[in-house]
């Protein structure tokens, strides 16, 4: 019973924290797709700036004083969305988006990938134009090299 009622808990505060919005560290889950299906256009993705910043939609603190967000903005005339890690990054920390069209049954792991210009340098997952369908989501993943953690921020 008490199992139970521990459960019944977890599972009222994990989707009060979804419905509120709120950045909830979860682990990311098999994805359904490979990298490569979301780089050099395949899929609708278009590859953008390491240093492209927008509307910050969603944020997850990694601890060790980096952050992965999940941002929108206008990327070549349209509405498009992405992943993105900064803070006291090293090479090696990694970050990528997962685009559904299910409202999260399953998806499309659109990464990682891997902070590779130095200390301190932000990194882009590949962006993806966005929709007003509320199955049409994305959330933002990361994975620190030196902690062996993994993080997403809820689905937006």
Known sequence: MEK???????????????????AVAVPAGSAHATAA?????????IDISDDASGTVVRSIDMGAG???TLQHGNIRGLQRGWAKISGTTVNGDLVWM?????GGSKW???GPFA??????????????TTSN???YRFRACGYLKNAGQTKCTSWW
């Not at 459960?7 to 919005?21: N, P």
């Not at 997962?98 to 299910?102: A, I, V």
């Open 133 to 135: 369908d509320k199955n």
């Open 108 to 110: 499309l792991q659109c």
């Open 66 to 68: 980096r952050t992965v």
């Open 37 to 45: 299906q979301c780089q050099n256009g395949a899929n609708g993705f």
């Open 98 to 102: 997962d685009w559904t069209t299910n």
């Open 115 to 128: 902070v590779d210009r130095g200390p301190g340098t932000s990194k882009t997952s590949a962006a993806k």
């Open 4 to 22: 139970c009622l521990r459960s019944s808990l977890a599972s009222t505060v994990a989707a009060l924290s979804l419905g509120l919005g709120l």
